[in-house]
């Protein structure tokens, strides 16, 4: 293989584990009447997200922007090769 090739390919598998790592540790799964507040009424998606925090506008009478819950051992419950 040619090296850019290589470096493409790692790059991939760099970016892929650390966005794996980072979503064993929080998730935006939240139980709707679970949801904490994370920012005022209006907020937009992209204000919402450059505070860390989740966005979901598809149910109303809940906040919108809400702060990402811990995840526990997710880990282990998944297969392993």
């Known amino acids: ?7 493409v390919l790692m790059l991939v598998c760099v970016l892929t584990l650390s966005s794996l790592a980072r979503g064993e540790l929080e998730t935006c799964v939240v139980d709707p009447p679970q949801r904490a507040n994370c920012g005022p009424p209006g907020i937009t998606s ?25 995840v526990d051992n997710a880990a282990d419950e998944e297969c392993s090769f």
Do not use: Y
Request: contains cysteine; aromatic residues 10%; hydrophobic residues 35%.
């Open 1 to 7: 293989m040619e090296p850019r090739v290589i470096c």
């Open 46 to 70: 992209s204000q919402c997200k450059a505070k860390g925090c989740c966005f979901d506008n598809t149910l109303r009478g809940v906040p919108w922007c809400f702060h990402p819950v811990a």
